[in-house]
């Protein structure tokens, strides 16, 4: 069974995130959205609205499990028996960070990763950006899923 896992803070999950999720999901058997937790990390959602977001959005799609996870990624993949990771590129500052931790993580551990290069349109859009524009009151809803807008 081939499985991947998606790693990321989903605070909240985005158009952008979706996107690379739908198209590998021909790739795989099964994707993992597995959610980081750090405890020296301020999240905007919670733990548990940022797992009911995946959860409701998935909840049809049979080869996605939502998880969450401490430590590193590759310590969570080899758990998983997931040998890749799927990452999204935005633009070239994304690809020059992905780029060293992707080569660390093969060298620590076998686990390749996979990137996609994000859908025309959707570039501009970034957790961050949406948190910033929750915050000063502004239309956020066109970046994020429907389950984020309620
Ligand atoms: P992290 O906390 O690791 O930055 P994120 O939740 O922000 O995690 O993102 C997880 C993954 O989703 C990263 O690979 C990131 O590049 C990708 N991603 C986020 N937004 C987009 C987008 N608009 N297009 C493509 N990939 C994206």
Known sequence: MKKVVFPGSFDPITLGHTDIIDRALPLFDQIILAIGTNSDKKYMFSLEQRLHFLEEIYKAEPKVRVMTYTGLTVDFCKEQNA???????????????EKTIGQTNFKMSGVDTIFFVTSSGKSHISSTVVRDVIRHGG???????DVVRK
């Open 83 to 97: 040998g890749f990771i799927l990452r999204g590129l935005r633009n070239a500052i994304d690809l020059e960070y």
């Open 139 to 145: 239309k956020y809803e066109f970046m994020v899923p």
